[in-house]
């Protein structure tokens, strides 16, 4: 059997309808977990995207429709996973926002969605998740942080204090949650070809891409490919850890 086979497990991604997160539930799927897709905004799409995971890849996947805003719907998201499942493996922390401004522009609304969507959701379902997981003495949660949380950048205070929060709740969780079985390692993505990276004026987006040592923009499958390294048993003796998938990006 392969070490990257994730038969038999459940894993659940965080913002997961698109992008980043989106090609990781399709690469757990490939490799045969039972994936967990999450999203905020239409269960019509959310709906879709489960029925195409089952049509491509067989098994048995689930959508869980939840503002990462309101505890109480990552709980009820959480309970509907186990009544499902009745197990959680791989929980994938992948949802955020940006909110780019200088110091002097820094609106209170934008620090309290960044820091709620950022790091408070992320604490709230790793709290339920290693509830799950400490029923089978085993788990891989996987928080997606950025180059911009452990490097900083003009402009980003905000988003990359948010984070690097993430950073902190990787390095604390690891230690608390190793004598469960449980491991906890970060990812800190570069300049990734998203709909948020397109969004950016050319002139912006040339000069970061010029930025990277390798030459291209990062893809969603470089960064989910690292996460299905994390969530493998190829990485069972690695926990707090920080990955970068940034291809040498200067910042």
Same mark, same amino acid.
């Given at each position: 059997m392969s070490l990257l !086979? /994730?038969? %038999?497990?459940?894993?659940?991604?965080? %913002?997961?309808? *698109?992008?980043?997160?989106? *090609?990781?539930?399709?690469l757990f799927a490939e490799h045969g977990a039972s994936v967990v897709v999450h999203g905020r905004g239409s269960q019509v799409n959310l709906d879709a995207r489960v029925a195409e995971l089952g049509a491509r890849f067989g098994g048995a996947h689930l959508g869980i429709l939840a503002d990462i805003r309101d505890a109480d719907a990552i709980r009820t998201g959480l309970r509907q996973v186990f009544?499902?499942?009745? *197990?959680?493996?791989v929980l994938v922390n992948n949802a955020g926002i940006l909110d !780019?401004? /200088?110091?002097?522009?820094?609106s209170d609304e934008s620090i309290a969605a960044s820091f709620e969507t950022n790091i408070v959701s992320a604490i709230h379902f790793l709290q339920g998740s290693a509830r799950l997981m400490k029923r089978t003495g085993t788990g891989s949660i996987i928080n997606v942080s950025s180059i911009i949380g452990v490097e900083g950048n003009v402009g980003q205070i905000v988003y990359s204090s948010s984070k690097a929060a993430l950073l902190g709740l990787t390095k604390s969780a690891a230690k608390e949650l190793a004598g469960s079985g449980i491991r906890v390692n970060a990812i800190a993505p570069g300049f990734i070809d998203t709909e948020m990276a397109? $969004?950016?004026?050319?002139?912006?987006?040339?000069? *970061?891409? $010029? $930025?990277?040592a390798m030459a291209r923009i990062g893809t969603a499958t470089d960064v989910a490919n690292a996460i299905l390294f994390l969530a493998s048993d190829l990485s069972n003796y690695v926990t707090g850890q920080?990955?970068?998938?940034? %291809?040498?990006?200067?910042?």
């Open positions: !086979d /994730l038969s %038999g497990r459940v894993a659940l991604i965080t %913002g997961s309808t *698109r992008g980043i997160g989106w *090609r990781t539930a399709e009544s499902k499942f009745k *197990r959680l493996d !780019d401004a /200088l110091i002097g522009m820094i397109r $969004s950016i004026p050319a002139h912006v987006f040339e000069e *970061r891409v $010029s $930025s990277i920080v990955v970068g998938v940034d %291809g040498g990006m200067v910042i």
